[in-house]
């Protein structure tokens, strides 16, 4: 018994350690309910990212924040993309999967749909966002609209010009691609 | 037996690699669970077998193809309604046109009557018409068994004609052979089924039973209904008439048992927006036409935000949804307004 007991005395400071951080546990994660939600999303979403094996697309989270990622995307065969690749930033809401994440072009993409900012004007990263979308499909639709653009409502008008001329504009791409490390 | 449950296991964790390993233990549960409940019904269809056996042994080979397990029995339902299929053409056309009534009858009860007197008619012909009535209906029971364990509908008429059935021949039958021969009837429609039950007892069954036989060897008939005083009739009737009044178990049940496999093709097993388990509430919830399905609480978060579908971008409509629950086949029918309701209230 008496050494039941002073197991049990020696348990119990540790017990109450373990419970004193709780409360203010309870506290942060009151807060965070909302984004453990997101949380779980975005790691499944990583998950089918890296089973589903697609190439040409590749993103994780950066190393301190799941709510930023990096993207690359490799332009596609038979378009004037082709053998160059894009890094790409993905940054996600809160309110993610409701609200669409924040895409942007980290490598200068000549295309009639980027900016040189690097915004990107695509309309499921707006107002055709849709909750069913993931990073995957995200990746695709961008990859798809490197060979794809949408000429009527450029962001880079001199890209849009230039884009009748698939020579002139190969050119151009391979002119201003600039590969980051 | 004891070899079931553990497929089911290993059948299991090859997807549970896959996906969330919470979400396929709790359905790893359900599906022992239905898998010891058909095990219990099927050790108890075997007691009876066995005693059957002893009295006539022409049905041993149907006993066991029954004794398997569900799904198993599911697909020998299937070999065996692909084998009738083929036997079908080489049958009279009455035979065709005694089928069509029988499916005709699966879409609306209403019919029963007319095909009722049409089969009446057809079996007071001559004892051939009624052969040819016999063997058809044996293909149909093999596909009333299917799209029994299938959809919600089907089994309620299912389980009235193996009653009806059963009770017919208890008052009627007392040989064994006599009894297999209309214990293929069983799960059919309503008015064939009163058909066959009064042909069986209007018939003598000196002219019944060779025919029966007839058909019987050239394609293995599974034996579906037990007399009512029997000892060993299968606790699954009952289990029927439950599912019926509780549409969420029987589909539960159904999932964890036979259909499972071909369930999870069409349903997903975690809500794709939050990638949270979907329960049963939101696995029978189908709030838009597209057959996107997502949680409950996905769903009232979007209502609550542009209120559109994340599958097809259309708006989500209640009107048109209540619609789409009455068009939605078996046991979906009721549940998606309830949720609708639930979230309007709220």
Same mark, same amino acid.
């Given at each position: ?181 | ?103 005709? @009858?699966?879409?609306?009860? *209403? ?6 007197? %049409? $089969?009446?008619?057809? &079996?007071? =012909? !001559? ?56 214990? @293929?009837?069983?799960?059919? *429609? ?6 066959? %039950? $009064?042909?069986?007892? &209007?018939? =003598? !069954? ?77 696995? !029978? ?62």
């Amino acid at each position: 018994m008496a050494t039941m007991n002073s197991g049990n005395n020696s348990n119990t400071p540790a017990t109450a350690q373990v419970v004193m951080p709780s409360p203010k546990q309870t506290l942060s994660t009151a807060k965070t309910v909302d984004t453990q939600s997101v949380l779980k999303r975005l790691q499944s979403e990583l998950m089918a990212l890296m089973m589903s094996g697609d190439s040409g697309i590749s993103a994780f989270p950066e190393e301190d924040n799941i709510f930023n990622w990096k993207g690359t995307i490799s332009g596609s065969k038979d378009t004037v993309f082709e053998g160059t690749e894009y890094k790409l930033s993905l940054s996600f809401p809160t309110d993610y999967p409701f609200k669409p994440p924040k895409v942007k072009f980290e490598t200068g993409c000549f295309h009639p749909n980027v900016d040189v900012y690097g915004n990107i004007c695509l309309d499921i990263l707006q107002d055709k966002w849709s909750s069913a979308y993931d990073v995957r499909t995200i990746l695709i639709s961008i990859q798809s609209l490197l060979g794809e653009p949408n000429i009527s409502s450029p962001l880079n008008t001199q890209a849009a010009a230039l884009w009748c001329n698939q020579e002139e504009y190969r050119k151009m791409v391979e002119k201003l691609y600039k590969p980051s490390v | 037996m004891s070899t079931q449950p553990t497929s089911t296991m290993v059948s299991d964790s090859i997807p549970m690699a896959l996906s969330n390993p919470k979400d396929f233990a709790k359905k790893k549960r359900v599906n022992r669970s239905a898998k010891l409940k058909q095990c219990k019904l099927d050790a108890r269809r075997e007691q009876w077998l066995s005693q059957v056996k002893n009295k006539g042994s022409k049905e041993e080979p149907n006993g066991e193809g029954g004794a398997c397990g569900q799904g198993i029995h599911v697909a020998n339902e299937r070999g065996k309604l692909m084998e009738k299929l083929a036997i079908m053409p080489q049958g009279k056309e009455e035979e065709n046109g005694g089928c069509m009534n029988h499916y005709s @009858d699966f879409d609306s009860p *209403s019919n029963s009557p007319t095909s009722h007197t %049409s $089969s009446v008619l057809e &079996g007071n =012909d !001559s004892g051939t018409n009624f052969t040819g009535g016999s063997s058809s209906s044996n293909s149909s029971s093999s596909g009333g068994c299917c799209s029994g364990s299938m959809s919600e509908e089907e089994d309620d008429g299912c389980l009235d004609d193996w009653e009806a059935v059963a009770d017919a021949l208890a008052a009627t039958d007392k040989k064994q052979e006599q009894h297999n021969s209309s214990l @293929d009837s069983a799960p059919e *429609s309503d008015g064939n089924v009163v058909n066959m %039950s $009064s042909q069986v007892s &209007g018939m =003598d !069954s000196s002219q019944q039973n060779p025919k029966g036989r007839g058909t019987l060897p050239g394609s293995p008939v599974s034996i579906r209904a037990w007399r009512p005083d029997d000892a060993f009739r299968p606790q699954s009737l009952p289990n029927l008439s439950k599912q019926y009044t509780f549409p969420m178990n029987s589909g539960r049940h159904y999932r964890g048992g036979s259909v499972w496999g071909c369930k999870s093709l069409s349903i997903p097993t975690s809500c794709p927006i939050c990638c949270e388990d979907l329960d049963f509430t939101d696995t !029978s919830f189908l709030p838009c036409p597209c057959g996107f399905r997502l949680c409950l609480f996905c769903h009232k978060r979007i209502l609550e935000e542009d209120g559109r579908c994340p599958g097809c971008r259309k708006q989500y409509k209640h009107d048109l949804v209540e619609g789409e629950t009455t068009r939605d086949a078996g046991c979906l029918m009721f549940r998606p307004a309830r949720s609708c309701s639930m979230i309007s209230r709220s």
